[in-house]
């Protein structure tokens, strides 16, 4: 099975090496870089050896439904530790997943184009531990602190979505999950998704957002809801994950499929072995959720990455998980899929040199890359904590990245040869009318310090960003008021939250700082 060789739109591409920066037109005729590192060759070797483990190793499938729409579609299923899935059928499930996906604001307004032609960048408002911005203490993260985020992440212009991890210090994990969701869909109107816990929880989640909606055919027509499962890395369908996808499948909501294979533990130590194996994990996920709804819409995702071997961790920092993100994100657009990007992390404690260093080059390779719809934002030292101040920071490195790679207009207009003529040699252009038409599109920071320092200033008086960071995190924190929901839609969410903590024997309050 051979794909078209290049993610363009409108060019041919010209790449023929690996690991080349070249020129593109966009939409509006501007020239923008765009990022490639695998050749047609490479990409279609990795797309045959993943159908070769498939094939020959295949996976293992830990759900009875699943098993049982194998079985039906004619795959050979005696063997559920070792399910081996020809090709054709993922021939099939690729020529029947959409190549698009469009979400909407929790009002029901398109926002978000999932089309291989944008780059968006969704923030996470809960985690095990928050970095406070007012103690620069690390502390538990509460449910108030998911609200606090969500408000922050609403404001914010670079920060498109929002993803809750469904942590809540004091809750079980099976509430939590659910508890982080409520806050979000009540905090924010900007499409919001979930780590799910099982089944249970999707179904709690689902029901939510389509009262929000107006009801299950409404959030289908309009999802601003969106779930996400993970694979185990290797080659294994958990029961939880598949469940859930299938229920995505059958009612129609985005779901993103994605598994972390680590480099050396999980996966080969080579990079190559690692994206064959999770582009095999991502394969035989979808030719399941295809077989329950032919149409259903998927999201690729997957985080490849190394083992830390002195410690053994994930690092989020590391740049070869960049370096593999990007190389999927080339695969899944030659699937023409939508890419699950990963940006916006650190494995720093603090805000500082390495947190600024390791967001400044995963949104830069996240944009040449072309991912779709990145996530991430806001964690820090292995994703134990979140910072909202990491979140600001994003932003604005968003932003300045937005400028550097937006491209240049060559034109007559822009050209401007005739003012030029006009003010000649050795004149000034700053009283031009021409000046001040255009001025204004130069791009402005708020928390990077351009101030002058005098002959008789201090050193000391210099304005440092991580105080202007921390003083714009805060002022949005305390003043940004959301749009709010409809009050009979919020009693009703209430009401619904309330059974969950009965159902648990469990008084309806949040745990307290």
Known sequence: MVFNSCRMSELTCPQTQPGGITMEANKSGKSKPAFHILTPENLNKLHESSLQILAKTGVTVDC??????????????????????????????????PDSITLYTREGDPCLYLDLEHTYFGAIPDCPDILDPYSHNRRPCYVDDTAALARLIDYLPNIDWIFTAGWGHGLPGDLSDKVSLVQAVLNTSKPAGSCVNDLPSLEAMIEICAVIAGGIQALKEKPFFYCTVEPVTPLVQG??????????????????????????????????GTLAVCNAEFLSHLVMVQLKNPGAPVIYGSMPNVMDMKTSIYPYGAPELNLLVACLTELAHHYKLPMWGTAGCTDAKVIGAQAGMELMYECLISMLSGADF?????????????????????????????????????????????LVDKVGPGGSFIAEDHTLEHFRSFWVPSIADRTRLTPDMVPESARHSEDLLNKKTIHIMETHKPKSLPEDTVQEIRRIEESWFKGMNLPYEYPKK
Not at 64 to 90: C, Q, R, T
Not at 244 to 271: D, H, Q, R, W
Not at 391 to 417: N, Q, R
Request: hydrophobic share 45%; net charge negative; charged share 25%.
């Open 64 to 97: 009875k439904e699943a098993i049982k729409l194998l079985d039906n579609a004619g795959i050979d299923v005696s063997d559920p530790k070792h399910v081996k899935i020809p090709m054709p059928y993922v021939e099939k499930a690729l020529e029947t997943v």
């Open 239 to 272: 029961k939880d994950a598949v469940e859930k996808s299938l229920l995505c499948a059958e009612l129609g909501i985005p779901n993103v499929i994605y598994s972390m294979p680590m480099a050396g533990a999980t996966s080969p130590a080579t990079f190559a």
């Open 374 to 418: 990145v996530h991430d934002t806001g964690l820090m030292d292995h994703a134990t904590m979140i910072s909202p101040e990491l979140i600001v920071l994003m932003d604005e490195t968003i932003a300045a990245t937005k400028i550097l790679l937006g491209g240049i207009e060559v034109s007559d207009k822009t050209l401007a040869l005739d």
